[in-house]
């Protein structure tokens, strides 16, 4: 089953750190779905936002475990997920990053 671009970019994720590379670095992260890979990523990126990516990086975020007081079982707190890191050209950006400076 072939996923739409517009499937495969889930959410942005706007963090301190984000803030950080988006400022310095012209890296943006995007949450993403489960089965996307770098050409996925970056032709969503670039055909959404009319951009040129330069690279894609891909980090599977492990699920957030806990344990319970009176049990003592483990508990998942928040689920896995899948993030991408895209470097853009210098002279482009992402409006949806830019309201935090």
């Known amino acids: 089953?072939?996923?739409?671009i517009y499937e495969v970019l889930r959410r942005p994720l706007v963090t301190e750190k984000t803030n950080y590379q988006v400022s310095k670095l012209h890296q943006y992260v995007f949450e993403?779905?489960?089965?996307?890979?770098?050409?996925?990523?970056?032709?969503?990126?670039?055909?959404?936002?009319?951009v040129t990516v330069l690279r894609v990086n891909i980090i599977n975020v492990p699920a957030k475990r806990t344990r319970r007081a009176r049990s003592r079982r483990m508990a998942v707190r928040n689920p896995?997920?899948?993030?991408?890191?895209?470097?853009?050209a210098p002279q482009d950006t992402i409006e949806i990053f830019e309201g935090v400076e």
């Open 1 to 4: 089953m072939k996923k739409s």
């Open 80 to 88: 896995a997920y899948k993030k991408a890191i895209v470097t853009l």
């Open 32 to 50: 993403v779905s489960r089965d996307a890979n770098r050409s996925l990523v970056k032709d969503a990126v670039e055909t959404i936002f009319d």
